[in-house]
């Protein structure tokens, strides 16, 4: 988070130089300003962190690595190809059972009845770790939320604008990882995670992937 760090500060986008907030009558200071576009961010590190902290989800987070199977089956992600392609160029993360792999959902939806009166957008974006066994993969407690864009349209292909902070979270624990304790090893190690997949429909695919 440190390039982000004196953003808030700034009255202009970095990228487009367009002004950050709507233009105010005259330069009395009773007015509020008001910002052209809203998003809400919710940092995924301490909430991975967390998971470690917990006796009721850290001894879950090794179940890929514990519960390998051979049959060639297809029972959870870590039976598949690309799991499996991933393991073998990346051994160094792999050493590591601690290690979270990760997978987004995003897609926009109309949270207002009235869609064709008052058009509205709003695009959650999730993210939910598949080191825990099946039935509790892709569950409400694990769902984590991250972005929050609202409308009144669709990002479109800058979403990636709004996706900056998720991303250098990202980089930051896939380059360097954070210093996390385990308590169910009672031990402190550096928790480092991959993105693995996007789960979404094609018209987000496109968008995601600029």
């Not at 009558?25 to 052209?36: A, L, M």
């Not at 060639?72 to 601690?98: E, I, M, Q, T």
């Amino acid at each position: 988070m440190l390039y982000y760090k004196d953003d808030s500060q700034l009255n202009e986008c970095k990228f487009c130089g367009l002004p950050r907030y709507l233009p105010t009558k005259g330069h009395n200071k009773r007015y509020k300003q008001v910002p052209i576009k809203r998003m809400l961010y919710l940092s995924i590190i301490p909430r991975l962190q967390r998971l470690y902290a917990s006796m009721d989800s850290t001894s879950k987070m090794r179940w890929h690595h514990e519960n390998k199977q051979g049959d060639g089956l297809l029972r959870h992600p870590s039976d598949g190809k690309a799991w499996k392609h991933f393991d073998n160029v990346y051994p160094d993360f792999v050493a590591d059972p601690c290690h979270v792999r990760l997978g987004l959902c995003s897609d926009g939806f109309t949270p207002y009845v009235k869609a064709s009166t008052s058009p509205y957008s709003c695009w959650p974006v999730f993210l939910t770790p598949y080191n825990l066994p099946p039935e509790m993969c892709m569950t409400k407690p694990y769902m984590f939320l991250t972005c929050l864009i609202p409308g009144p349209t669709n990002p479109a292909k800058k979403i990636d604008v709004y996706l900056q902070l998720l991303i250098d979270d990202l980089q930051l624990l896939w380059n360097e990882g954070v210093f996390t304790y385990d308590i169910f090893g009672k031990e402190n190690f550096v928790m480092r995670a991959w993105l693995m997949w996007k789960i979404n429909d094609f018209s987000a695919y496109g968008m995601l992937s600029g």
